[in-house]
Each structure stands twice: as structure tokens, then as C-alpha cells.
């Protein structure tokens, strides 16, 4: 069973959360502002962190700043009424993995946690493996049939973040800012090299494929579910 913390003030929307985890098998903390979560964090291991924004005495922003200083790598799904691509691009530097809008979809709220628990377990195993493509992160090495290719460091990167979460879009600003960093001098073209790059590698796998979202960024589409090893 996997552990759920629930960060929310409004008492009927914690109540609401935590009870649509119970109900598909998580165990639920709850805390209604970031200083209670971070006293439970304390005490109990906590899988997934599921947190709003605006809170007294501690919001999800400074909660999620607070994590991230101390290394601390829960995925974190932000959930908040604040619809503005500002506030979840703010949500994203600080170091949350998913945001949601209020009020949310139950099943889709399930479905986006269970696939950053899913990330979050290849992440910490080190290995991913779809089909007969096996990528270990520590060797930033892809074996496929007996052949093992070792990638540059910035293009196993790439590879790894996007195989991880498939048919998952990220934007060239998110890439950016968690593979070069936003201090860097690299452009959005640095990154159509490196796409470019793995297309050429990888163009005849039929694992998996690097798609273009025009106008928004990059996915990939596995034929096989990955999972970590």
C-alpha cells in the first residue's frame, strides 16, 4: 500500500481527497497547511504528496520550495484554483511534477498520480525498460538485442524523462529549465538538436517514438508499458 499525504485548508475538499484515495487503496495524511505537512513528513513516509496553493501560515509554493532546497523527491501533484499558465509555470520551477485546476475529475486526478508514482519508481530503480529497450541510468547506457549504445549525458536525460512518462507533452520550457537549467545559455534550439539526435539513433526501434506536439513540445508514444527494474 502506498502512502498519500494531502495538503489542503478548505475541510470538505480535504475530506473529498482523502476519501478518493482510500477508495483506490492508498493510505491518506492529511495536513491543512504546508507546516502540519512537513511535521507529518517528520514522522511517516509518504509516497506522493497531493497540495494546494493558496494556505495560510504555509502555501503549496513555499511548502514545495522548502522540499526541493532539502532534496526531497516526492512527486508532487498541485491541485488549485488558480488557472493562470503564470501560476503553474511557478508551480514547475519550484519542482512540482503535475498541476490540476479546481475543481478537479476524480478518475483523472487517480490516473495522474498513479502515473507519477509509476515515474517515480523507474526514477529511483535507475533502469527502465520497454519491451526489448533497456536504459540504466547510471551507465547512461539504451541496450536493445545484445547492442548497447552509452548517449551523451543531456541526450540520456532527454530520453530517460521522456520515455518515463509516455504520451506525456513537455513543453520546451519545462525541458529547458530541468535539463539545462534556467541560467543556462542554450536555446529552445539546443533542444531540437538533441531531439534530432535520438530520432537518428532510435528512428528504427519500434518500442517507442519521439513525437513533435507542434506548438507546445515534445512526447513519446511506447508500445509497451516501461517499468523500472
Known sequence: MFNALVVEDDKNTRRLMVQILKNNGFAVFDADNGVS???VLENEHVDIIVLDVMMPVMDGYEFTK???????????LMISAKQEVADKKAGLKLGIDDYMVKPFDEEEMILRIKALMRRSQIVSSKRLIIGDVLLNYDALTVSRDGVEQMLPKKEFFLLFKLLSSPNTIFTRYQIMD???GMDSNSDERTINVHINRLRDRFGDYPEFEIVTVRGLGYKAICNDTPRGK
Do not use: G, K, Q
Open 66 to 76: 522548502r522540499l526541493r532546497e532539502a532534496d526531497v523527491t516526492i512527486p508532487i
Open 37 to 39: 505537512a512537513l511535521a
Open 178 to 180: 530541468e535539463l539545462w
